[in-house]
């Protein structure tokens, strides 16, 4: 697959640095009911998670919630179909169990099984149901790695307690050990409510893994490895200006080193081209913010414009920057504001200072939006 390759890695030859984070989780997923794998978008989580899962020759159902309806609420049908298509993924996989689930489930309402394997029909199904298959699987004589990625998404769901579930598995069912994923880690917390005294998974035992960006000596020698697979000696120049552009972000890394790759250009322009590409897809990901925000879209992007502009700024510092450019705002309603961009990995504290959390979005919000209003 290569370094460079844009998609998950799942072998530890393209896994770059983590070696002892990939320790770890292979550790925690053999001994441990719950695990978290968290870091800001690009951070490479996923990846972690399935270099450490075929490494360690574990069993796992994978479940990708970015699979889900990206705005809006949730159905618990939603995640009903998205778990089933990720047991038939588990069934192919592993041959050897596939016979024993398949013949289980045909006794499950709602469930059919034909020649492109499971199907589901929600309206008969009984979500209730969720509970006895993976009661079946815990059974099934094997550990099994349950795993939910980008889990924070299901925080969406109605009328279904996914922290109840998390919490249920975690109690009954000592042949499923868990790992969620988020990278919108406030969110990804406020889902399951750990430290919520009222809440079913207040108390539960967990590990937890953290991760973060390259430093610039490692970012160099990611980017050095990946253009000699592809026997290409870049200049010093090159890569110096590829470290400044997303300062250790590995997806960007990647993402840049992928492209100049297949266009074969080695330049500052064809770096410059990459940027503006990202920027699409930063905005993109902040307009679907604003959209389910967009009664406080103005005040949202004063304060990310604010930080992006200037660069490490502490609270009071903010707060008078944004009340002087679109008036009053109550200080309860700006620590809200402000908890929100934190918990969904648009900004984050450093030493009492806010940053914008991805370099890219820091150019973006510069060249696009505030070099725009002036």
Known sequence: ????????????RDFFDRERELRDFIRYTRS????????????????????????????????????????????????????????????????????????????????????LGISVNTRRFSPSSLVDILYYINDLGEKIVFVVDEAQELRRMIRYSFDSLIAFI???????????SGSQIGLLYRLLKISDPNAPLYGRVYMEIRLGRLDPVLSREYLYRGYREYDVEPSEDLIDYII???????????????????????????????????????????????????MARDRYLALL??????????????YRAVESRI?????????????????????????????????ILEKALKHRIIRYRH
Not at 1 to 12: A, C, E, N, Q, S
Not at 170 to 180: E, F, P, Q, R
Not at 332 to 357: C, H, M, S
Request: charged fraction near 25%; include cysteine; aromatic fraction near 12%.
């Open 32 to 115: 441990s009911p719950l695990t978290l794998v968290l870091g800001l978008r690009r951070y490479g989580k996923t990846s972690l998670i399935l270099t450490g899962l075929e490494s360690s020759g574990m069993k796992y159902i994978y479940i990708d919630c970015k699979a889900l309806p990206s705005n809006g609420v949730l159905g618990v049908d939603d995640f009903i179909s998205l778990f089933i298509q990720s047991l038939e993924i588990f069934c192919r996989r592993y041959r050897s169990l596939r016979t024993r689930i398949y013949g289980f489930l045909e006794r499950i309402r709602g469930i059919s099984i034909g020649p």
């Open 327 to 359: 008036g009053y705002v109550p200080k309860p309603t700006f620590n809200r504001l402000l908890k929100q961009l934190v918990d969904n990995g648009f900004i984050e504290k450093r030493n009492e200072n806010y940053w914008i959390a991805d370099p």
């Open 1 to 12: 697959m290569g370094l460079f390759d844009p998609r998950p890695k799942r072998d530890p």
């Open 170 to 180: 975690y109690d009954n069912m000592d042949g499923v050990n868990m790992v969620l």
């Open 305 to 318: 414009e604010t930080i992006a502009s200037q660069k490490g700024v502490t609270w009071s510092q903010l």
């Open 244 to 294: 400044g552009s997303v300062d250790g972000v590995i997806g960007w890394l990647a993402y840049i080193g992928y492209y100049t790759v297949q266009k074969r250009v080695y330049s500052r322009e064809a770096v410059d081209e990459v940027v503006e590409n990202a920027y699409n897809i930063v905005l993109g990901e902040l307009e679907n913010f604003l959209k389910i925000h967009w």
